[in-house]
């Protein structure tokens, strides 16, 4: 799992988080021309807070907590001029991430990496605006050829076995949320942490970002 010229990034596209990560993703792999290795993840989706139980302590405090990350996404989404839909979704994303393997393979048998980016830019984009059915295999597959990759074999129940052995993989290297950057023998988890990826991948110039 380590990489001494790439970034392996594992996102989930039915996560707020790793559709924020996106754009800041990219512009450091363009700055420090770095190739992305993008990975399926799944993680469970968050369960919103219980209007009836407000009245507890406990729960009026996981209240609040709710709260301040539904603000807290809402702040960086308009930064990004990105839409957010309901953050409390919680779609099957397995064609999707089927999706995403199936694009690395074709990209890599005929050597056009920027169908993966976007790939990627396009399933998040049309799932976060509302515009498109993640769970919906055809649509799946119309992004697909979207971003330029041939689809006509493209099979998600056949890719099934090989993204459980993708997401093994991320855990054995310790990833437990998303996203996630493994850079060489290093992992961080969020995007709060791409000023330090960009500072270890620079050579530690100037100041850490402390």
Same mark, same amino acid.
């Given at each position: 799992?380590?990489?001494?010229?790439? %970034?392996?990034?594992?996102?989930?596209?039915? &996560?707020?988080?790793?559709?924020?990560?996106?754009?800041?993703?990219?512009?450091?792999?363009?700055?420090?021309?770095?190739?992305?290795?993008?990975?399926?993840?799944?993680?469970?989706?968050?369960?919103?807070?219980?209007?009836?139980?407000?009245?507890?302590? $406990?729960?009026?405090?996981? &209240?609040?907590?709710?709260?301040?990350?539904?603000?807290?996404? &809402?702040?960086?989404?308009?930064?990004?001029?990105?839409?957010? $839909?309901? %953050?409390?979704?919680?779609?099957?994303?397995?064609?999707?991430?089927? $999706?995403?393997?199936?694009?690395?393979?074709?990209?890599?048998?005929?050597?056009?990496?920027?169908?993966?980016?976007r790939y990627v830019d396009a399933l998040f984009s049309a799932?976060?605006?509302?515009?498109?059915? %993640?769970?919906?295999?055809?649509?799946?597959?119309?992004?697909?050829?979207?971003?330029?990759?041939?689809?006509?074999?493209?099979?998600?129940?056949?890719?099934?076995?090989?993204?459980?052995?993708?997401?093994?993989?991320?855990?054995?290297?310790?990833?437990?949320?998303?996203?996630?950057?493994?850079?060489?023998?290093?992992?961080?988890?969020?995007?709060?942490?791409?000023?330090? %990826?960009?500072?270890?991948?620079t050579d530690r110039q100037d100041a850490p970002p402390i």
């Amino acid at each position: 799992m380590s990489a001494d010229s790439k %970034i392996v990034v594992a996102v989930d596209f039915r &996560q707020p988080q790793s559709y924020l990560a996106i754009r800041p993703t990219r512009q450091l792999a363009k700055d420090l021309d770095v190739e992305l290795d993008w990975r399926p993840f799944p993680v469970p989706a968050p369960s919103p807070p219980d209007p009836a139980t407000e009245g507890e302590r $406990g729960s009026r405090h996981l &209240q609040l907590r709710a709260r301040y990350v539904e603000q807290d996404l &809402q702040r960086y989404a308009d930064v990004q001029g990105l839409v957010l $839909g309901d %953050i409390y979704r919680s779609p099957d994303t397995a064609t999707a991430n089927a $999706g995403l393997l199936w694009a690395k393979r074709q990209s890599h048998s005929h050597g056009e990496s920027a169908s993966v980016d976007r790939y990627v830019d396009a399933l998040f984009s049309a799932y976060w605006d509302g515009s498109f059915d %993640i769970e919906d295999a055809s649509a799946v597959v119309d992004k697909l050829e979207e971003a330029g990759i041939d689809a006509d074999s493209f099979d998600p129940e056949a890719l099934r076995g090989d993204v459980d052995r993708c997401v093994d993989e991320l855990k054995q290297a310790g990833v437990v949320g998303a996203p996630a950057y493994l850079v060489a023998d290093q992992l961080f988890i969020g995007r709060a942490h791409l000023p330090m %990826i960009r500072w270890l991948l620079t050579d530690r110039q100037d100041a850490p970002p402390i």
